[in-house]
């Protein structure tokens, strides 16, 4: 019996002959290996979205037999889409195409909230919380004089197990009567005391991933990142947080919507 299931991607659908022929086209200088072209083929649909995030690929050996390839040579293709965070295998239930994560930028909310909306289950794991003094520029973004301590918290965020993003917040020690033991979520003990985030500005740009970084999100250094600092502030302005975060590029977006009347049309 097959092991292809009518449940599984339709990666099969998307190579007709002329794709097949164009994978055992001579090798020449400068043109790609036959695993590149069928890497890059799948990519392709990927991007395309031809072939949805959560989809499953066929067994190895079928795709093989597909293209009329080795199985080494689909291996490869797969180990390289995987390397770009394209497809992610997941042990005992085959290769899927891996999901990616919209955060809309009008919508103030926490990373857990994000992902339970999302159908993930959000995880992460501390790796700093201590009390210090503010720099300057933590002063400044938090209307702190330099002898008010701050909190500073550190940790990274997984959705279904993942690394997701390396986040790096900072707020007044104030604001949680300097207690560090405030439990998992920073903005349910902010919610507890009353403190809620009414409006926030985002800084994003797109960067390289650090040594640090990398290490910590699962991902080669100098692989690209979406850096974000957000300041959030309560309904009197007054200053909560300064939190600066790294998100894997290849598994978040964040997705801006615009009303009619705010695009400018005089072009």
């Given at each position: 019996?097959?092991?292809f299931?009518?449940?599984?991607a339709?990666?099969s659908?998307?190579?007709?002959?002329?794709?097949?022929?164009?994978?055992h086209?001579?090798?020449?200088?400068?043109?790609?290996?036959?695993?590149?072209?069928?890497?890059?083929?799948?990519?392709?649909?990927?991007?395309?979205?031809?072939?949805?995030?959560?989809?499953?690929?066929?067994?190895?050996?079928?795709m093989?037999?597909?293209?009329?390839?080795?199985?080494?040579?689909v291996?490869?293709?797969?180990?390289?889409?995987?390397?770009?965070?394209?497809?992610?295998?997941?042990?005992?239930?085959?290769?899927?195409?891996?999901?990616?994560?919209?955060?809309?930028?009008?919508?103030?909310?926490?990373?857990?909230?994000?992902?339970?909306?999302r159908?993930?289950?959000p995880?992460s794991?501390?790796?700093?919380?201590?009390?210090?003094?503010?720099?300057?520029?933590?002063?400044?973004?938090?209307?702190?004089?330099?002898?008010?301590?701050?909190m500073?918290?550190?940790r990274?965020?997984t959705?279904?197990?993942?690394?997701?993003?390396?986040?790096?917040?900072?707020?007044?020690?104030?604001?949680?009567?300097?207690?560090?033991?405030?439990?998992?979520?920073l903005?349910?003990?902010?919610?507890?005391?009353?403190?809620r985030?009414?409006?926030?500005?985002?800084?994003?740009?797109?960067?390289?991933?650090s040594?640090?970084?990398?290490?910590?999100?699962?991902?080669?250094p100098l692989?690209?990142?979406?850096?974000?600092?957000?300041r959030?502030?309560?309904?009197?302005g007054?200053?909560?947080?300064?939190t600066?975060?790294?998100?894997?590029?290849?598994?978040?977006?964040?997705?801006?919507?615009?009303?009619a009347?705010?695009?400018?049309?005089?072009?």
């Amino acid at each position: 019996m097959s092991e292809f299931s009518p449940q599984a991607a339709t990666v099969s659908s998307l190579f007709d002959e002329a794709d097949v022929a164009e994978l055992h086209a001579p090798q020449t200088a400068g043109r790609q290996s036959t695993y590149q072209r069928l890497a890059n083929r799948l990519r392709q649909a990927i991007v395309d979205g031809q072939l949805a995030a959560g989809e499953c690929f066929p067994p190895e050996r079928e795709m093989a037999q597909q293209f009329k390839v080795s199985r080494d040579t689909v291996r490869r293709a797969l180990e390289l889409l995987t390397q770009q965070g394209l497809i992610e295998s997941r042990q005992g239930a085959g290769t899927f195409v891996a999901s990616r994560v919209e955060q809309p930028l009008a919508i103030i909310s926490s990373f857990s909230d994000d992902m339970r909306q999302r159908g993930h289950t959000p995880g992460s794991f501390w790796i700093r919380r201590e009390l210090g003094w503010p720099t300057p520029e933590e002063s400044l973004a938090l209307n702190l004089l330099p002898d008010q301590p701050v909190m500073r918290l550190d940790r990274v965020r997984t959705a279904d197990g993942t690394p997701m993003a390396v986040e790096r917040a900072v707020i007044s020690a104030a604001l949680l009567g300097n207690n560090l033991d405030f439990g998992e979520s920073l903005y349910d003990a902010l919610r507890a005391v009353d403190v809620r985030p009414a409006r926030a500005m985002q800084r994003l740009r797109a960067q390289l991933a650090s040594v640090a970084d990398a290490g910590l999100l699962a991902i080669n250094p100098l692989d690209a990142v979406l850096s974000i600092e957000r300041r959030s502030f309560s309904n009197e302005g007054r200053p909560i947080e300064l939190t600066r975060s790294v998100y894997r590029g290849d598994r978040y977006d964040y997705l801006s919507v615009t009303a009619a009347e705010h695009i400018n049309m005089s072009y």
